[in-house]
Nanobody, 127 residues
Framework: QVQLVESGGGSVQAGGSLTLSCVGSGRAFGRDAMGWFRHTPGKEREFVAAIDWNGRDTIYADSVKGRFTMSRQYAEGTTFLQMNSLKPEDTAAYYC????????????????????WGKGTLVTVTS
């Protein structure tokens, strides 16, 4: 059974930092791009960041560019999202995703068609 398990969420004041982790198991992730999406009730799921299978190419949503950094262990199903200068609007449930394809597929594929999702970890940023 394929699983993606997120951790590292919590409550932080605006301007603070958090690092989210995602550990995948149940398959080899060496061909998969991995990414992070977030969701706030009443809004659509939002792409946050993605990284290719070897960790060399990353893409970010404009809303987090320059503040968030995604990394992964080479060709493994473990990935991290370092979040700095957090804002109240970053408050959301954050989900780890794995998908067989290039990193761009994380933004060109319908979220419902992405291969694997974690159950999410909640991030709350207070002002």
């Amino acid at each position: 059974q394929v699983q993606l398990v997120e951790s590292g969420g919590g409550s932080v004041q605006a301007g603070g930092s958090l690092t989210l982790s995602c550990v995948g198991s149940g398959r080899a992730f060496g061909r998969d791009a991995m990414g992070w999406f977030r969701h706030t009730p009443g809004k659509e799921r939002e792409f946050v960041a993605a990284i290719d299978w070897n960790g060399r190419d990353t893409i970010y949503a404009d809303s987090v560019k320059g503040r968030f950094t995604m990394s992964r262990q080479y060709a493994e199903g473990t990935t991290f999202l370092q979040m700095n200068s957090l804002k109240p609007e970053d408050t959301a449930a954050y989900y780890c995703v794995a998908h067989t394809g290039p990193v761009q597929s994380m933004t060109t594929t319908l979220p419902t068609h992405l291969d694997y999702w974690g159950k999410g970890t909640l991030v709350t940023v207070t002002s």
